[in-house]
């Protein structure tokens, strides 16, 4: 059944375990495509340039940026990130829906562009857990432990403005709440409504 496809905006604090978990979700779910965010902070050890971020310099970023190649981007802690149009525009992924992961100011950036898109917010068990998953990274200073805990307090206070909420506690469990999410989005009427009247030939002055 061919449809609108979906945009699934998906935020989450730094230390929240969501890339690991939208890369379990997108194993399961058929057409389901995930954005590779482009990014000029380093690598850390266990990550793959163009498989967790395309890494680029500062200068490549601003040049894609003039030539409008992000449908958008945010400054992170001094490091840029950004969303590339191509998944987007690309025919490859005509029907399918995609999973962006994005932070917040993204998400609401995403959201006036699209406003159909879904939002999801994933949250760590505790504040206590995500400041222990934060430390155990030892890929930043205890001063940036601090400014990304302090940013992860300022995410969440926009959990309100989301769709749904999942507490990643139990991966499973957590990716079957966002895969029975992306399930039940596909089945909303507003979405399939015009493939139905088309297949049951229904016209719209036909219905009272």
Known sequence: MEREKIFFLVSAPSGSGKTTLLKEVIKEVPKLTFTVSYT???????????????????????????????????????????????????????????????????????????????????????????????????????????????????????IEEYNYIIINDDINVAKDKIVSIIIAERQKGKRVIKEVKNIFGIKNDEIS
């Open 40 to 158: 000029t902070r380093p690598p850390r050890p266990e990550e793959k340039n163009g498989l967790d971020y395309h890494f680029i310099s500062e200068t490549e970023f601003i040049h894609r940026e003039k030539q409008n190649q992000f449908v958008e981007w945010t400054n992170v802690h001094g490091n840029l990130y950004g969303t590339s149009r191509d998944i987007i525009e690309n025919k490859q992924y005509k029907y399918n829906d995609i999973v962006f992961e994005v932070d917040v100011e993204g998400a609401n950036k995403l959201k006036k562009i699209y406003p159909d898109s879904v939002l999801i917010f994933i949250l760590p068990p505790s504040l206590e857990i995500l400041k222990e998953r934060l430390m155990g990274r030892k890929t930043d200073s205890l001063a940036g432990i601090e400014i990304r805990y302090k940013r992860a307090l300022q995410e969440i206070a926009h």
